[in-house]
């Protein structure tokens, strides 16, 4: 986990920084500028429109007395996204329009999905439950 940690911390932002130093050899430093902002200003407009879309999905989900398990995994894929795409960088940009977009989305929820399911049967995962009523 820890060199996990390490990796997303260090070696993704440097990555990046070359990636966008690249960028700005090629085109310029004020459009790579913008390119971020632009990208930035997109997610959040997406992660916005998309959040609003699934908390109605669970509310409705809720009301009808069903566990809305699928769009608690689509509001953390939205979440997570949008938080990529507010970092600067192209790599980082592109997971994150891939988790906010509803088509891409899925192949991630499909992804978390297995995990957990592999977890539970594996006994790694436990479920507490306490009614203090």
């Not at 398990?69 to 953390?76: D, R, S």
């Not at 906010?100 to 192949?107: A, G, M, Q, S």
């Amino acid at each position: 986990m820890l060199g996990k940690l390490i990796l997303l911390f260090t070696v993704i932002p440097i990555v990046e920084l070359f990636i966008l130093f690249q960028i700005a050899e090629i085109t310029s430093g004020f459009a790579t500028v913008l390119l971020v902002i632009f990208t930035g200003v997109v997610g959040a407009y997406l992660a916005k429109s998309q959040g609003r879309i699934i908390i109605l999905r669970i509310r409705t989900d809720l009301n009808r007395g069903k566990m809305p398990a699928n769009e608690l995994i689509n509001g953390l894929c939205v979440l997570v996204g949008g938080a990529l795409l507010l970092t600067p960088g192209i790599i980082t940009d592109i997971v994150g329009f891939s988790l906010v977009i509803p088509l891409t989305r899925t192949i991630f929820k499909k992804y978390i999905k297995n995990k957990f399911s592999e977890k539970i049967r594996a006994g790694q995962v436990h479920f507490y439950y306490r009614d203090d009523d």
